[in-house]
């Protein structure tokens, strides 16, 4: 290794000091509240152990979060509701920032401007673990000391991040070895996501299905829920994680040293001599740019939507006679229509997913301002209203199209499997397209920042944080009315469960133009690049 690798990890951390501590904050704190919830919620072991028991008896319940191993401990219970959100979150919060500081210094020419001042090939990708590292073992140590004040139990604890960080760190080493492989930071990154998003669709079908359980040993998820935190920790499947994390970091590293800067296995595809006339428009333009990310994330989320479609089909027998499942709907829902309240949860949480998406697609005009792509564009006859309204017209019509296939996708899986008739299709239709005025809240809170303030662009996802964290976990926290309120998905009817009232809807909408107006009127009042 090089020399000055100190001096160029010094500066990689210092980039990204204020992420690293942010997100180490931010999910210590999902824990500690997490953790501090169940005594309030199941305060004697035998209200405990009948949940667990109304869990475990159905695959329907037990599908995301896997099953519940230690309903008797605090730290059991954290173990089971956080383990497959912490992986996930942590993974693709790790590969965004590997895949940025790699490719993302190669297409910017930054990296041939590196490796002028004495740094190897092989020093770049060393110095792109650092910052994910970083959040992962600072993430890890913190919420360890949070879980095991609650717990009481040190080793089970270190256990328990142990598997969390592991599967996070074995996607990050996936981001590290894609960067070798895929030539631009769209592919690297889209391929890890893609990779994470299908471990876990993975995770989810094997814990439905009794004859799918060994599925779950091709992903991190299953790996960490196999392990057992506890309840008699399984060492080999916090260590295998680790192990083939190892593996990949060394051979990608390897690939790294081997190859040019700016290369990659898979050559990108010559274009066209001339470019189709249909590029002219700025939203031609944002969909050729984008179009294979939306196809991918409508495939995925329709796919979710027939296995969840399924999965209420399963849960809505259960309910009818779980006293312990209904109190925890009632808790999420309010309303004793279980199976209808059982699927509006599980659309507001896909819902979410939507969301970061069209978050996604907003921010890409700030990467092409940083980047100088935007200046090129608008030297083209495109002024800046009409290049930002295509892009606020994509996200939207992608929202659209996402929340319609996924809520028909799930009506149409529950009316096949429950054969009562084809009415779930309409109703859990118009229950995801209810969600729309929401999402186009937080879509207009990322276009103003895009118009406006390019500067703070962590912005949108801050905000989309607090959204899932109060929205997700309010109601098990007991959190105030006046503290759910302050997100927007909390004015979303909670149709067919109680009538339709439209004002919300319209109230959210308007909120929505005020912003996107705000943000083109900060536009036109700054420069470019800002």
């Known amino acids: 290794m090089s020399s000055a690798l100190p001096q160029l990890i010094s500066f990689v951390l210092r980039r990204d000091r204020l992420r690293i501590l942010a997100w180490t904050l931010a999910l210590s704190a999902l824990v500690a509240l997490t953790a501090s919830a169940w005594n309030s919620l199941y305060p004697t072991l035998q209200s405990r152990e009948q949940f667990a028991a109304a869990l475990n008896s159905t695959p329907a319940v037990t599908a995301v979060l896997g099953p519940l191993h230690d309903p008797t401990t605090v730290g059991g219970l954290t173990a089971w509701r956080l383990s497959s959100i912490l992986t996930l979150v942590l993974g693709i919060v790790s590969i965004f920032l ?3 500081h790699t490719r993302g210094e190669e297409s910017t020419g930054r990296a041939e401007l590196l490796l002028s001042g004495g740094l190897n090939r092989r020093s770049l990708p060393v110095a792109a673990l650092v910052p994910s590292l970083t959040m992962l ?16 139990s040190l080793v089970s604890s270190f256990a328990f991040m142990a598997t969390v960080v592991g599967g996070a760190l074995f996607f990050t080493a996936l981001a590290l070895l894609a960067v070798g492989i895929f030539p631009t930071t769209r592919g690297a990154s889209g391929a890890s996501t893609l990779v994470a998003g299908l471990m876990f669709l993975i995770f989810v079908v094997s814990s439905a299905d009794v004859h799918l359980t060994w599925l779950d040993r091709v992903t991190p998820f299953g790996w960490a829920s196999r392990a057992e935190v506890f309840a008699g920790e399984q060492w ?11 593996l990949i970091i060394v051979v990608a590293i390897t690939m790294a040293g081997l190859r040019d800067v700016g290369s990659a296995l898979v050559r990108p595809r010559q274009g066209r001599s001339a470019a189709s006339r249909r590029l002219t428009s700025p939203l031609t333009l944002a969909w050729r740019v984008d179009r294979s990310l939306i196809v991918v994330w409508l495939c995925a989320m329709t796919a ?6 399924i999965l209420t089909t399963s849960a809505s027998r259960l309910l009818e006679s779980s006293t312990q499942l209904q109190e925890l709907v009632l808790k999420l829902e309010s309303s004793d229509n279980f199976t209808d309240a059982y699927a509006a949860a599980l659309i507001g949480f896909l819902s979410l997913a939507t969301t970061a998406l069209t978050i996604s697609l907003l921010l890409r005009t700030t990467q092409d301002e ?21 892009r606020v017209i994509l996200a939207g019509v992608a929202a659209l199209v996402i929340q319609s296939a996924y809520g028909a996708a799930l009506g149409l899986s529950y009316a096949v499997s429950s ?23 937080m879509a207009a809170i990322t276009f103003f920042v895009t118009a406006a303030l390019p500067r703070i662009s962590w912005l949108p996802w801050a905000a989309f944080g607090y959204v899932v964290a109060v929205g ?16 927007p998905f909390w004015f979303i009817p909670r149709w067919p469960i109680e009538d339709l009232s439209v004002e919300p809807l319209f109230g959210l909408l308007a909120i929505a133009a005020v912003v996107c107006l705000l943000g083109f009127a900060g536009l036109r009042r700054r420069n470019i690049p800002a």
């Open 98 to 100: 590997v895949v940025r």
């Open 236 to 246: 080999w499947w916090v260590v295998l994680p680790f192990a083939l994390s190892g």
């Open 304 to 309: 979710l939507g027939v296995v969840v479609g």
């Open 137 to 152: 073992v600072g993430c890890g140590l913190v919420s360890w000391v949070v879980l095991a004040a609650f717990s009481q």
């Open 472 to 487: 997700e976990l309010g109601p098990l926290l007991n959190l105030p009315t006046w503290a759910e309120a302050t997100t």
């Open 419 to 441: 054969t009562t008739g084809w009415d779930p299709v309409v109703r859990y239709l118009g229950v995801a397209l209810l969600n729309i005025p929401a999402i186009a809240v």
């Open 370 to 390: 940083l980047a100088g792509r935007l200046e090129l564009i608008l030297s083209a006859d495109v002024s800046r209203g009409r290049l930002l309204s295509a």
